[in-house]
């Protein structure tokens, strides 16, 4: 039976119509659907990616909700050592609660022990809480052994305590009052971009020189290692690190002259950390013409031959803290009596080569692919607190002196 004129529409019939009508439709709607995927990796991945610090001075936090109102109006004290707030950690981080309090209308003060021991640490801190301080900021080993016998003395004062725990006067033993919070860098993190930097510079015959052989300062060892033999991996190359412990905290003659003999042996560059190595090692630079990163915080002032300083971002992440801390006026459970670390996750370790970049081979734009690769844990760094087990470098022979 022939078929009725109103079942075509031109030369397809109409249950084929349909379908194309329908498979059209859902192929549009596929290929909207995935322009919006694709738009969507596309500012997830603008969101995430972290620009990698290269100078924690002019840092100033963001925080990720701007509309957020802080109360203003308190007072933040930062108790130091002797040296004051004239240079080194306790500059940046003195810039950091400055920042902060101007920001958002809250009162820095600062407090200088007049001594080195325990016992002026403690009455520098017992005055910053009985200044009417809400939170006392502090750094170090001294400042936590101080810490320890007078965290619970004043119930409405908190405290935030950088790279170190509370704890008694032979470190035998550790306690964290709800008031305090204490933050810990990543010290490996930030030896591991000192020692791919370096290596990927063409410096193959490393050294490294430590005040002691503690925990901190073995991070950062152990993290150079790490970083020079990754690049050496990568580019081929066969690289030797020799490292030693000073024990003691002061340059002499004789620790200046060990790394002249260094140098003068085959030593191309040596990474120091710790006391005021970093004076020693810019007087043997300055002599034989070698070079040197240093630890910490930037100190690429002190020369043209300190290549870069492998660092703590002690403003960025004070500022970070602070803000944490006065969301709320007081530590969350989270913070309260406990210890953070930091590093790659948060922005707070980085590889400061000057101002301009003093670095040839590994430009900026490597150290941000690195830095990017690191903080995603593309690439692993591991945390050995001691030397005595280390992982295998089949591209750099460590050679351990005393």
Not at 137 to 155: F, I, K, T, W
Request: proline content about 3%; some cysteine; glycine content about 8%.
């Amino acid at each position: 039976m022939p078929l009725q004129r109103n079942e075509y529409q031109g030369d397809f019939p109409v249950p084929m119509k349909k379908f194309l009508a329908l498979f059209l439709t859902l192929t549009l709607l596929a290929g909207l659907t995935a322009c919006k995927g694709r738009e969507a990796i596309a500012e997830a991945q603008v969101v995430h990616v972290v620009t990698a610090p290269t100078d924690d001075a002019t840092f100033v936090y963001e925080p990720e909700d701007p509309t957020q109102v802080l109360p203003g109006g308190q007072t933040i004290a930062l108790v130091t050592g002797p040296g004051g707030t004239d240079s080194g950690e306790d500059a940046m981080l003195w810039q950091g609660v400055q920042t902060f309090a101007n920001t958002y209308h809250y009162t820095a003060v600062s407090q200088t022990a007049a001594g080195s021991t325990a016992d002026d640490a403690e009455a520098a801190l017992r005055a910053a809480a009985e200044s009417g301080a809400k939170l006392v900021v502090c750094r170090g080993e001294v400042m936590g052994q101080a810490l320890y016998r007078m965290q619970e003395n004043y119930p409405d004062v908190h405290y935030l305590l950088f790279d170190d725990e509370p704890h008694n006067d032979d470190y035998s033993a550790y306690k964290t009052a709800n008031l305090v919070h204490c933050v810990l860098f990543q010290e490996e993190q930030a030896g591991y971009l000192a020692g791919y930097a370096a290596v990927t510079e063409g410096y193959t015959a490393l050294g490294f020189v430590g005040t002691r052989e503690v925990p901190g300062i073995v991070r950062y060892a152990t993290g150079f290692l790490q970083g020079a033999e990754a690049a050496a991996e990568q580019q081929g190359e066969r690289v030797s690190l020799q490292t030693w412990f000073a024990d003691t905290d002061t340059v002499n003659d004789a620790i200046t002259q060990r790394m002249i003999d260094w140098y003068n042996n085959g030593t191309t560059l040596i990474m120091v950390s710790g006391g005021d190595l970093y004076t020693g090692v810019a007087n043997a630079v300055n002599q034989t013409g070698a070079k040197a990163i240093t630890t910490d915080c930037d100190r690429t002032d002190q020369g043209d031959r300190i290549l870069a300083s492998a660092v703590k971002c002690y403003n960025a992440a004070v500022q970070r803290e602070l803000y944490t801390f006065f969301v709320q006026g007081t530590w969350d459970a989270q913070s309260a009596g406990q210890t953070e670390k930091t590093g790659f996750t948060n922005g707070e370790v980085a590889l400061q080569a000057g101002s301009p970049w003093r670095l040839d081979s590994f430009s900026q734009e490597s150290y941000r692919k690195l830095y990017e690769k690191l903080r995603t844990s593309a690439l692993r760094v591991d945390t050995y607190s001691d030397l005595d087990t280390l992982p295998d470098t089949p591209n750099v022979t460590l050679t351990r002196l005393r």
